[in-house]
């Protein structure tokens, strides 16, 4: 694990926290495809356990984040990074058309982000 420490935090914690967004989407919205059939307890106790690997990455990803990122910029930063990962999911597994709304949306995560982050 020495190497990790060769790694600048920033892009630890993106790798963390992208890796984390997987789960969560997964958790989140993959049952609307796959479970739709079945009682919704059902596709809640499967999300739990798809979720445990989500926070399993989401809590060292803020954790490692926080020793160089202010609590706003973790925040922003994990919002722009649930868009870039939704979208393709919505769009790829789901089969949800793309919509304009969807790059307007990442244009004001960009100008978020900048905001943030300038100092």
């Known amino acids: 694990m020495q190497f990790l420490t060769r790694i600048p935090v920033l892009w630890q914690t ?3 926290l992208t ?3 997987v789960f969560m989407t997964i958790a989140w919205y993959g049952h609307l495809k796959n479970l739709a059939s079945k009682p919704w307890w059902i596709a809640a106790f499967i999300s739990w ?3 445990l690997f989500e926070y399993l990455l989401q809590v060292p990803a803020n954790r490692i984040g926080f020793t160089e990122l202010s609590l706003p910029q973790l925040k922003i930063l994990q919002e722009a990074i649930t868009l870039t990962i939704f979208v393709p999911f919505a769009m790829l597994y789901l089969q949800q058309p793309f919509k304009l709304d969807y790059v307007w949306a990442a244009l004001c995560l960009v100008g978020a982000v ?3 982050f300038r100092t």
């Open 14 to 16: 993106i790798a963390l």
């Open 19 to 21: 890796l984390s967004n």
């Open 49 to 51: 356990g798809i979720a």
């Open 114 to 116: 900048y905001l943030i």
